[in-house]
């Protein structure tokens, strides 16, 4: 049974900084497509940031050069570095991983900026 379970959301001021994590089980990320995507209230979800087991990384335009994707393969963790938050990152952040076409999702960890 595959498992995320995301932590490290919280409230954080305008051009402050958050790490969250999401610890996986039953699914090697190392293997897999590995993404964090967020939905802020009244909005659709939207990708964040996605890795490849290649390396490949992609960001969303909102997001690039503020956000870092990176994997820990030892702890089968991937981590979403955020720095230079702005108020519209406010939002659900969900881990994401694609198994061969299949979805699977964490429960989420909330994400607001705000002073």
């Known amino acids: 049974q595959v498992q995320l379970v995301e932590s490290g959301g919280g409230l954080v001021q305008p051009g402050g900084s958050l790490t969250l994590s999401c610890v996986a089980s039953g699914i090697n990320i190392w293997m897999n497509v590995m993404g964090w995507y967020r939905q802020a209230p009244g909005e659709q979800r939207e990708l964040v940031a996605v890795?490849?087991?290649?390396?490949?990384?992609n960001y969303a335009d909102s997001v690039k050069g503020r956000f870092t994707i990176s994997r820990d393969n030892a702890k089968n963790t991937l981590h979403l570095e955020m720095s230079s938050l702005k108020p519209e990152d406010t939002a659900v952040y969900y881990c994401?991983?694609?198994?061969?076409?299949?979805?699977?999702w964490g429960q989420g960890t909330q994400v607001t900026v705000s002073s």
């Open positions: 890795t490849s087991s290649s390396g490949f990384t």
């Open positions: 994401n991983a694609n198994r061969a076409g299949r979805y699977y």
